[in-house]
């Protein structure tokens, strides 16, 4: 009897009204109809939604997806293909936006004294102040903050990438840790994390093991935080989180 198109719907997380405007302009038309004349969507209709949505995410307009899944040349390996690559693109990108969230939100980029042309050879397209009023308002009155728009009032542009080339190795690292199995209380894990405190503690502000545990249960907490651990391998603010709990309960 296939689907209903609520049923469709509430799989696909897109409204009914959507799913008829779809069979209207002939991108999706259901393969049945029941005996009172719903739609009725059997397998391979689903199939070629998944596909629209995920052009859909990719910013396609609806007749460019309409000519990109009716052209009699292209087969479903071709369109897998074409779809891992763009969004491995776009992972790419995200990650280098969402550095630049991690950054700002734990005030690493206050104060910086760098020209337009330097910061956006340092940190791209994504402005490193732009969560600037957040972060005051939420730690201006710390003595982390203080010293954080101390020390980053002093960076060159050099020590600025340099903190950026660190941050990057250590991102790579940890992946890779994680893809090898490692647990997050596994010594290779926790030596991460304590690299993780070192480096704050090295460039921005003293990192205590209590306020590492809280910044680490921020990275959980604040959908921010989480998209930017996440974009580097899913699932490593939580891995980082319990891996920053594990190392300070160690060195206890």
Not at 19 to 44: C, F, K, M, T, V
Request: proline share 4%; hydrophobic share 35%; glycine share 8%.
């Amino acid at each position: 009897m296939g689907h209903s198109v609520g049923q469709v719907a509430g799989f696909a997380g897109v409204t009914v009204r959507t799913l008829h405007h779809y069979d209207e302009i002939g991108l999706l038309s259901p393969s049945g109809r029941s005996g009172a004349g719903h739609r009725r969507y059997d397998d391979a209709d689903l199939d070629r939604l998944q596909r629209i949505l995920f052009y859909r995410e990719l910013g396609f307009p609806l007749d460019e997806v309409a000519a990109l899944l009716d052209d009699p040349d292209s087969d479903p390996q071709e369109h897998l293909r074409r779809q891992h690559a763009l969004l491995t693109d776009r992972i790419a990108r995200l990650q280098q936006m969402a550095k630049a969230v991690e950054h700002a939100m734990e005030a690493k980029k206050m104060g910086i004294n760098l020209t337009p042309e330097e910061k956006f050879e340092v940190f791209g397209d994504q402005d490193p102040e732009q969560y600037a009023q957040e972060v005051e308002e939420r730690w201006g009155d710390t003595p982390a903050y203080a010293e954080s728009q101390r020390r980053a009032a002093s960076y060159t542009k050099d020590d600025w990438q340099r903190i950026q080339d660190e941050s990057a190795d250590w991102g790579r690292r940890y992946v890779a840790a994680m893809e090898a199995g490692e647990p997050a209380d596994g010594e290779r894990a926790m030596d991460l994390a304590e690299e993780h405190r070192l480096h704050i503690h090295k460039w921005f502000y003293d990192c205590p093991y209590e306020m590492h545990t809280c910044l680490g249960e921020m990275y959980v907490a604040d959908e921010r935080f989480t998209a930017f651990y996440d974009a580097m391998k899913p699932g490593l603010a939580e891995h980082l989180r319990d891996a920053i709990l594990a190392n300070g309960v160690r060195k206890v």
